[in-house]
């Protein structure tokens, strides 16, 4: 019983250097977004997608892409990595919109 | 601007005494509120919910209350114990409505239950 699967656990990246942060999710939910969790600021929607083929911006979408080809996989896509998104990464999905999420267990991810 | 605050960053409590978690918010669309509970190297997982159209919601140890003209909310955690320890954050839907899947979350609260 898998759930909410993130991959890495831990990430170190330089400066302008692209990384994928994996997440999926065995339990069929239509709905998936990524947040950040920031020392002091609790968790910040970054994107989200309502099913396969949808997805839309969050509160914090700059510097991030997003795809979601399966029903499965929500994949976040760091183009260009800046020190300002070192951060923990959490993944999440729900059946749909308006039910409470189930959290992965994160990717602690540091720029130097 | 931060939509909804937890101005505690920590509360300590002994075993068996009443946890009190605080939680204010700003926006009167508010619909619905979360509790969630964090323990080190995990995610987040929901606990307890709150519809505004009620002022008080009860599941075994844990009772969240509302009160809109306050704009203020509160999670009871009744008697404490040792494993409560986490960090508890309060949500709400940013839109309004039942949008759990878009949430603003407050700061977190770290609680620690002394044996």
């Known amino acids: 019983n898998a759930g909410v699967t993130q991959t890495p656990k831990f990430q170190v990246l330089k400066t302008g250097q692209s990384m994928t942060l994996q997440c999926a999710q065995d339990m069929n939910h239509e709905y998936m977004s990524w947040y950040r969790q920031d020392p002091g600021m609790g968790l910040r929607l970054i994107h989200y997608?309502?099913?396969?083929?949808?997805?839309d911006q969050g509160e914090v979408p700059n510097g991030y892409n997003v795809s979601r080809s399966t029903t499965e996989d929500f994949p976040l896509r760091l183009l260009s990595a800046a020190p300002s998104q070192t951060s923990v990464y959490f993944c999440a999905s729900s059946r749909d919109i308006d039910q409470p999420q189930h959290f992965g267990d994160g990717t602690r991810l540091s720029i130097l | 601007d931060q939509q909804v605050k937890q101005n505690s960053p920590s509360l300590s409590v002994q075993e068996g005494r009443i946890s009190i978690l605080n939680c204010d918010y700003t926006n009167s669309m508010f619909d619905y509120f979360l509790w969630y509970k964090k323990y080190p190297a995990e995610g987040p997982t929901f606990l307890i919910s709150i519809s505004s159209i009620k002022d008080k919601n009860e599941d075994g140890r844990f009772t969240v209350f509302l009160n809109k003209s306050a704009k203020h909310l509160s999670l009871h955690i009744v008697p404490s114990q040792p494993g409560d320890s986490a960090v508890y954050f309060c949500?709400?839907?940013?839109?309004?409505?039942?949008?759990?899947?878009?949430?603003?979350f407050g700061q977190g609260t770290i609680l620690t239950v002394h044996p």
């Open positions: 949500a709400a839907p940013n839109a309004g409505g039942t949008s759990y899947g878009k949430l603003t």
């Open positions: 997608s309502v099913g396969a083929g949808i997805t």
